[in-house]
């Protein structure tokens, strides 16, 4: 079992920043895909982007490449996402994820946080 809280939404300007953090508890030893997915009103679930727990492989959507920078801190088994220059698009709930196995190619995860709002106006 494994639980994620994430924290550092809020609102932003178009071109501002925001940096989110996600904190695991349970059972963080085992290697697994720690990812970051959005979903905004009307539109499909996004994987934003992937990496496993112990910093390896970063993944990006192609929405994001570029702005945001996923990492993860193994001292103190926390997820971030830095996201820069946003945009009014990037507008979404941002759920932490976790998940056993590969990353790649994933979109469905084992574990989700309870999510944080992000809101970027312009």
């Known amino acids: 079992q494994v639980e994620l809280v994430e924290s550092g939404g809020g609102s932003v300007l178009a071109g501002g920043s925001l940096r989110l953090a996600c904190a695991a508890s349970g059972n963080t030893r085992i290697r697994k895909c720690m990812a970051w997915v959005r979903q905004a009103p009307g539109k499909q679930r996004e994987v934003v982007a992937t990496i496993y727990n112990d910093g390896t492989t970063p993944y990006y959507a192609d929405s994001v490449k570029g702005r945001f920078t996923i990492s993860h801190d193994n001292a103190k088994n926390t997820l971030y996402l830095q996201m820069n220059s946003l945009k009014p698009e990037d507008t979404a709930m941002y759920y932490c994820?976790?998940?056993?196995?590969?990353?790649?190619?994933?979109?469905?995860?084992?574990?989700y946080g309870q999510g944080t709002q992000v809101t970027v106006s312009s």
């Open positions: 994820a976790a998940g056993w196995g590969r990353c790649t190619g994933r979109s469905f995860f084992d574990y």
